[in-house]
């Protein structure tokens, strides 16, 4: 069965983006520090590794924001996977791009996902997505690309993730140049 595995870049104190995210500026000041380490997407060495295996997904969840504030990826995240944007609301005039298509149920989201990638990983984008589906019991796991910078502020990746105690086994840690890679897999 397809896993739903989020992959976030994170600074230390627990950023995904600077302050002030919004459109013309997606990372927020200073956010694009969080992506260095894809400067050696093309290496054989670790930070090559994790870019390859994100690529290798074979479709995408994305919260709505995340997908608003990547242009909607002009309907193509990569190679022509579908994308399945986790909404709170759909507009019926509102036509997303290419593969992509809006859910507003979290089960039906990742069951539609799982379905698409055919056994292959689906990639999970966005705080507020991987939270529904943490809370959901869809997430299995998760792929940190944790940056040694202090961002002092910007939009975390865990808040609002409510009073859930939520379990982590380590299933890998590979240091790479800007980052070090972490990988949980999420224990129900």
């Known amino acids: 069965m397809s896993r739903l595995v989020l992959y976030m870049a994170m600074s230390l104190d627990g950023f995904i983006a600077g302050p002030d995210d919004r459109p013309g500026q997606e990372l927020g000041r200073a956010g694009g520090r969080l992506f260095n380490w894809l400067d050696d997407r093309g290496s054989d060495g670790p930070n090559g590794q994790v870019y390859r295996e994100a690529l290798a997904t074979r479709a995408v969840i994305s919260g709505r924001r995340t997908f608003e504030l990547a242009g909607r990826w002009q309907g193509d995240h990569h190679d022509g996977v579908p994308i399945f944007v986790l909404t709170h609301h759909v507009d019926e005039d509102d036509v997303p ?20 990638a055919g056994g292959r ?23 940190i690309q944790l940056v040694q910078v202090l961002l002092g502020d910007g939009r975390r990746l865990f808040d609002g993730l409510g009073p859930e105690h939520v379990e982590l086994e380590p299933v890998r840690v590979l240091p790479g140049r800007d980052v070090t890679h972490l990988r949980y897999r999420v224990l129900r």
């Open 121 to 143: 990983d689906v990639l999970v984008h966005g705080a507020g997505a991987a939270q529904a589906l943490l809370r959901a019991g869809q997430l299995d796991e998760i792929a």
């Open 97 to 116: 791009p290419g593969s992509a298509r809006f859910v507003t149920d979290v089960d039906e989201c990742a069951e539609r996902a799982r379905a698409a």
